[in-house]
C-alpha cells in the first residue's frame, strides 16, 4: 500500500451549514472506500450535525435527496468535533504540533514518501476561511504551515481539495510566496472551487431537511471518484480528468487549479496515490461509492459485506442483550444504532440541567417553608408575650 494520509475537515457549525458537514463525509467516504484506511484518515468535523435537535432524520446525513447511502453509519471515526475544530487544531494536526498524549490515531504521522490529500469546506472569504463562525485561518497561516510541514519532511506531494466561496484567494498568495522563496519546496496541487469575487454554490435543498445537502464542487468531485471502474485506464485517474468533469459540470462557479512550489506534471498528477487504490478494493469501491450519489448498481459483494458487516454488529448486540436481559428476546434490531452514542450525551445533559434545577425549586421551597413556620412561630410567640404584657398591665391598674 502507498504511504498516503488525508485530512478532511468542515469547519462550520450550525444546522443551516448541513451541507458542508455531507461534503466532509462524502470525501471521508470516498478515500475509506477507494482504499484508504480510517487509521490515515484524520477526520474533522465541526458541526454535531447528526445530532442537532432540528435533524428530522437524527443520526444521519445525506448528500442526495434520494438518501441512498447514509454518511454516518456506525462505523465512521470522527477525530476531532464541534468545539475541538479550531485553527490551532487544524494547524497543529498538519505541523505535528499537538499536545504530549494525544493519541496515535488522532495524529497526521506522514513522512517524507507520503502522498497526502487535504480536503477543507466551509465559509471562506478573501484569503481566510472561517472556524465555527469565531474565528479565521488566513492564507499566510497556512501557508506558514506547508512550508514547516515542507521543512519537517511531513510530505512528498500534496493534493488540495477547498470548497468555499472564493476558494482560490486562500491558496493563490501562498504560491505567490513560495515559489520564489523555497524553490525545493515539495509540489503542492490544488483545486479550488471559486475564483476570486465568486461563491460556490449548493447543490439541492431537500424539502424534509430543509436544508442543502451538498455543495456542487464536492457534489460532482466525489461523483468522478466514484466513477473510476475497476477497468478503467491509468488517465481515467489524471487530474486534468478530474478538472474536465468540474468544467463540465454545472457548478456555476469557476474551479481553479493552484500550483505551489517544485512543479510536476499535474495533468497527470494520479489521483490514485492519494487514495491507495489496489486492484483488491477496485470492484467494491466502484459499486459502493456510486450508490451515494444515485447511479443504478449490482448488487454484488458490496451489499454482501454491508449485510455481513451489520449482521456481525446485530449478533454483537443480541448477545449483549441477553447477558444483560436472560429472559428478554434473542434478538434485537435498532433503527438508528448510530444515533445512540451521540444524541444520548446532550439528551443526558438537559436532563441533568432539568434535574438540578427541579432540585433546587424543591429546596428553595422547603428553605421558604420552613422560613415562614419559624416566622409564623416567632410572631405568634411575639403576639403572645404582647397580649400577656397587656393584662398584666391591666391587672396592675385594676389594683391601683
Known sequence: MADSWALIASTST???????????LSMYHAARHLGLPDSRIILMLASELPCDSRNSLPGSVWNSGQRQHDLYPPDVEVDYRGSEVTVQTFLAVLTDRLPPGTAASRR???????????????????????????????????????????????YAEMLV???????????EP???????????????????????GENSFSLEI????????????????HRFLGSIAPDSPPEASYL????????????????????????????????????????????????????SVGHSLPKGNVRASRASRYARWEQSEAAAFRSRFP?????????????????????????????????CIVVAAMLLEERAKRVWRLG????????????????QNAEH
Open 14 to 24: 450550525y444546522f443551516h451549514n448541513y451541507r458542508h458537514t455531507a461534503n466532509a
Open 108 to 154: 497526521l504521522r506522514s513522512g517524507r514518501h507520503s502522498s497526502l490529500l487535504i480536503y477543507l469546506s466551509g465559509h471562506g472569504g478573501e484569503e481566510f476561511l472561517k472556524f465555527r463562525d469565531d474565528h479565521e485561518m488566513t492564507s499566510d497561516e497556512l501557508g506558514a504551515a506547508f512550508h514547516q510541514m515542507a521543512i519537517a519532511r511531513r
Open 327 to 359: 429472559n428478554g428476546p434473542a434478538h434485537v434490531r435498532h433503527t438508528l444504532p448510530e444515533c445512540a452514542p451521540c444524541i444520548s450525551a446532550p439528551d443526558l445533559t438537559e436532563l441533568r440541567m432539568l434535574t438540578i434545577g427541579c432540585v
Open 240 to 291: 486534468r480528468e478530474l478538472e474536465r468533469s468540474l468544467r463540465l459540470s454545472p457548478l456555476m462557479s469557476t474551479v481553479v487549479r493552484v500550483e505551489i512550489g517544485r512543479r510536476v506534471v499535474a495533468d497527470t498528477l494520479q489521483l490514485r496515490r492519494f487514495f491507495s487504490l489496489s486492484p483488491a478494493l477496485l470492484r467494491t469501491t466502484y459499486e459502493y461509492v456510486n450508490e
Open 380 to 395: 405568634g410567640a411575639k403576639w403572645s408575650s404582647i397580649v400577656h404584657e397587656a393584662r398584666a398591665d391591666g391587672d
Open 174 to 196: 501562498i504560491a505567490r510566496a513560495y515559489d520564489d522563496a523555497t524553490p525545493s519546496l515539495p509540489p503542492i496541487v490544488a483545486l479550488a472551487s471559486s475564483a476570486a
Open 206 to 221: 431537500d424539502a424534509t431537511l430543509g436544508v442543502a445537502l451538498s455543495d456542487r464542487f464536492t457534489f460532482f468531485t
Open 161 to 171: 481539495l477547498v470548497d468555499t466561496c472564493q476558494a482560490s484567494t486562500l491558496l
